[in-house]
């Protein structure tokens, strides 16, 4: 069975420092990847996602997140921190069908002035 | 742009009473689902709808039910509501098989005395 790990239940990093969030899955093929963004209070929103192709991706509020296939991860980067980045962040990973969605325990973020 | 709405946002039952938590998507999505977020435990996916008229369990629907009303509207019913139940719950559509991610809605905070 697929399973996603996200070692890091909870970081602080202070404004302007780079942030890298860790997450490992498990899967026999190249699954769909995601990440998403959780503010206090919300639903999770979608910062971006891997198929196929180049290993590095862009996302949405300068976020960008790399594949790395023999280590079977796909973290998650941002070079400058900004204090609304604060909020909880899942990776996810799709194996197949609609109920092959898996989605990890999440990492809180903490941003300090 | 009022994406995935969820009602209500906050409630509060007792044991053995039943309630239907609502949910309606604005963005034409054929597919449909709910799922329940519990504190180190990621989101588990309670039923989903691929499309209108159909309904699936996944990893927890028991004391659960669901109704895909038509194609904007997918409901969760508790019939008799357990303190186990007590959660946040969410929402969330997608075009197809999910391939582009999901977009939730902000969740009903459900506490069950």
């Known amino acids: 069975a697929q399973s996603v790990t996200q070692p890091d239940i909870h970081i602080t990093v202070s404004e302007g420092a780079s942030l890298e969030l860790r997450c490992n899955y498990s899967?026999?093929?190249?699954?769909?990847l995601f990440w998403y963004v959780q503010s206090p209070g919300q639903g999770l929103q979608l910062l971006l996602k891997?198929?196929?192709?180049?290993?590095l991706v862009q996302g949405i509020k300068g976020f960008e997140a790399e594949f790395k296939r023999s280590q079977s991860s796909f973290n998650l980067r941002k070079p400058s921190v900004h204090w609304s980045d604060a909020a909880e962040y899942f990776c996810?990973?799709?194996?197949?069908?609609?109920?092959?969605?898996?989605f990890g325990t999440g990492t809180k973020l903490q941003v300090i002035p | 742009n009022a994406g995935v709405t969820q009602t209500p946002k906050f409630q509060v039952l007792k044991t053995g009473q039943s309630m239907t938590l609502q949910c309606a998507q604005d963005?034409?999505?054929?597919?449909m689902y709910w799922y329940r977020q519990d504190p180190g435990m990621g989101l588990r996916l309670i039923y989903y709808?691929?499309?209108?008229?159909?309904?699936d369990k996944g990893e927890v629907p028991n004391g659960y039910n669901v109704s895909r009303l038509n194609k904007r509207e997918f409901s969760l019913r508790l019939e008799s509501a357990a303190p186990s139940q007590t959660s946040v719950y969410f929402c969330?559509?997608?075009?197809?098989?999910?391939?582009?991610?999901?977009?939730f809605g902000s969740g009903t905070r459900l506490t069950v005395v």
């Open positions: 969330a559509s997608s075009q197809g098989q999910g391939i582009d991610g999901y977009t």
């Open positions: 899967y026999g093929a190249t699954p769909y």
């Open positions: 891997y198929f196929s192709g180049d290993t």
């Open positions: 996810a990973v799709r194996s197949g069908g609609y109920q092959k969605v898996t």
């Open positions: 963005m034409n999505h054929n597919s």
């Open positions: 709808s691929a499309s209108e008229g159909t309904t």
